[in-house]
């Protein structure tokens, strides 16, 4: 049996660094600092959080700064940040040249964030949001040398 990395509480963490795309990088090599687990933030922090690290070409970051805010928010607005979790870990699969895991994970994003289209919560851009994620599944799907761009998650 190998001994596994674990945090404070027992559960297993890789404390591998991880490169910008969030892909570990060997053992005592620098890496970019991960974002901290669990924290907790005004969904208005958390989308300007998110938007910084996706302009950054950070998405795998984004995707832990929105799985927080999923894991936190209001039952009626779960499957928004779920979605919007899973658009910024689309992207970071796209960025990584995979696209069969960057267009299911797009497609799914968008389906998630797409019921809320009618009256979207905290300003969040759910209709530019729905048509870059499905653009960018075409694309990524098309072309494994295509490069997204970011999204806007506000309008």
């Known amino acids: 049996m190998t001994d596994r990395d674990r945090d404070a509480e027992g559960r297993a963490r890789n404390s591998r660094p991880r490169d910008g795309l969030g892909r570990p990088l060997p053992h005592g090599l620098p890496g970019v600092e991960r974002q901290p687990e669990g924290v907790v933030r005004p969904p208005a922090e958390s989308?300007?959080?998110?938007?910084?690290?996706?302009?950054?070409?950070?998405?795998?970051?984004?995707?832990?700064?929105?799985?927080?805010?999923?894991?936190?928010?209001?039952?009626p607005e779960r499957e928004l940040w779920r979605g919007l979790a899973q658009l910024a870990v689309g992207l970071t699969h796209a960025l990584r040249g995979n696209?069969?895991?960057?267009?299911?994970?797009?497609?799914r994003g968008a389906a998630n964030v797409e019921p809320f289209a009618t009256d979207p919560p905290h300003g969040v851009d759910v209709a530019g949001l729905v048509d870059w994620a499905r653009e960018t599944a075409e694309n990524t799907e098309r072309s494994r040398?295509?490069?997204?761009?970011?999204?806007?998650?506000t309008r």
Do not use: C, I, N, Y
């Open 99 to 107: 696209s069969a895991g960057a267009t299911a994970l797009l497609r």
């Open 47 to 75: 989308l300007s959080e998110a938007q910084r690290l996706l302009d950054e070409t950070m998405p795998f970051h984004a995707h832990e700064v929105l799985e927080d805010a999923w894991k936190s928010a209001p039952e």
């Open 145 to 153: 040398e295509f490069t997204p761009a970011p999204p806007r998650l």
